[in-house]
Nanobody, 121 residues
Framework: QVQLVESGGGAAQAGGSLTLSCTAS????????VGWYRQIPGHQREQVAL???????SYAGAVNGRFTVSRDTGKKSVSLQMNRLRPDDTGVYYC???????????????WGQGTQVTVSS
């Protein structure tokens, strides 16, 4: 059984930094795209940062220049370095991977359990 396990997050002051990490357990056969989404109170879940299967990176406009997403293919992990945090970054952050659980299964989306990020002014 493949699961995405998140770590990091927590509380920070405005202007500070936090790092989120996510690792796929259960030895997936192949991982394609990876990234992070977030759900801010009162809003729908939104894309924060993605790395495509081909390595292209995209960021939401609100975080571009402040957040950096990276992946470690060998460790089956993805990280999000968040700098210059703002109170409106507060929300629950979800790790996202498109992966094949086995050679015989099609690629599908998997989500982490979500981790709270709270930024105070």
């Amino acid at each position: 059984q493949v699961q995405l396990v998140e770590s990091g997050g927590g509380a920070a002051q405005a202007g500070g930094s936090l790092t989120l990490s996510c690792t796929a357990s259960g030895r997936p056969h192949q991982i394609n795209g990876v990234g992070w989404y977030r759900q801010i109170p009162g809003h729908q879940r939104e894309q924060v940062a993605l790395i495509s299967d081909g390595g292209a990176i995209s960021y939401a406009g609100a975080v571009n220049g402040r957040f950096t997403v990276s992946r470690d293919t060998g460790k089956k992990s993805v990280s999000l370095q968040m700098n210059r945090l703002r109170p409106d970054d507060t929300g629950v952050y979800y790790c996202y991977m498109v992966l094949q659980r086995t050679r015989a299964t099609p690629a599908s989306a998997y989500w982490g359990q979500g981790t709270q990020v709270t930024v105070s002014s």
